[in-house]
């Protein structure tokens, strides 16, 4: 059994690096700017959101292996003969789209990235359409966790990051998830990532309209302090002449 799954993720690992090469996929997680000494976190989904999916997908190869079954049993009592040649074709179909759908699971789960700093964060899936979204924490307005049954099974939950405005709209297999909504999908650690966010929120709205985390004390330098005094004085010759005309 070990020689088995080593010798799949050999083959899968050799697949992958083809399909990096032949559609320019990033494998590496999405880049933000940041500052020195800023924390910066990358992640992916936990391990269980793969079984997650996986079950999904055997969930939905017993439904039509089994619907097969009943149309071959109905198509040998009609016509044994055409009952055969169509259960060929369509067995091959079968095992060919459910490899390519089984492939499909580990690319989604290796292109999928999370990544935070201390005023945005950026989410990536996606390897045929690559979906990037970028959402500054000072736009965000609410930060949801759900759980549906089967995902409890798994240990896993979703994030809902409902933003003001900014990022794209993204979509999942059991979310419908509207424009100016980040997702972020199959975390074991969700409380401990909303509550980073929401920290970021209040420190971003703390910052007011000034530089993020700057508490230095602002002076005026004898440049501002002269230009002021010319302005003033300007201002005084203007009034002056306005009372004199009137």
């Known amino acids: 059994m070990g020689n088995i799954e080593e010798l799949g993720s050999k ?5 992958w690096r083809i399909l ?13 700017p940041t500052r020195a000494g ?3 976190e990358a992640f992916k989904p936990a391990k269980g959101f793969l079984r997650y999916m996986k079950f999904w997908f ?6 039509v292996l089994a619907a097969e ?3 071959l049993c109905f198509g040998y009592v009609a016509e044994p003969f055409f009952a055969f040649i169509g259960g060929s074709i ?13 492939l499909a699971i580990y690319l989604r789960f290796d292109t999928t ?11 990536r899936r996606g390897i045929w359409t690559i979906r990037e979204s970028t959402i500054t924490f000072e736009n965000v307005q609410n930060v949801k966790i759900s759980q549906g049954p089967v995902q409890r099974l798994f240990g896993i939950f979703d994030l809902v990051v409902e933003t003001a405005g900014g990022g794209q709209s993204l979509e999942s297999a059991h979310h419908q998830v509207a424009d100016h909504v980040g997702l972020i999908e199959g975390v074991q650690d969700a409380k401990r990532i909303q509550q980073m966010i929401l920290s970021k929120l209040r420190k971003s709205n703390s910052a007011g309209l000034g530089d993020e985390g700057d508490d230095e004390e602002r002076t005026w330098s004898t440049a501002h302090l002269k230009l002021l005094r010319e302005i003033r004085d300007v201002a005084k010759a203007l009034e002056n002449n306005i009372l004199r005309i009137s």
């Open 11 to 15: 083959t899968y690992r050799g697949i």
């Open 20 to 32: 990096i090469r032949a559609f320019r996929v990033p494998y590496r997680p999405p880049v933000l």
């Open 38 to 40: 800023e924390q910066y």
């Open 58 to 63: 055997w969930f939905g190869m017993v439904i």
């Open 69 to 71: 079954i009943v149309g």
């Open 90 to 102: 369509g067995g091959s179909i079968t095992i060919a789209t459910s490899l390519l759908a089984y």
């Open 113 to 123: 990235w999370y990544v935070f700093n201390e005023r945005s964060m950026r989410l």
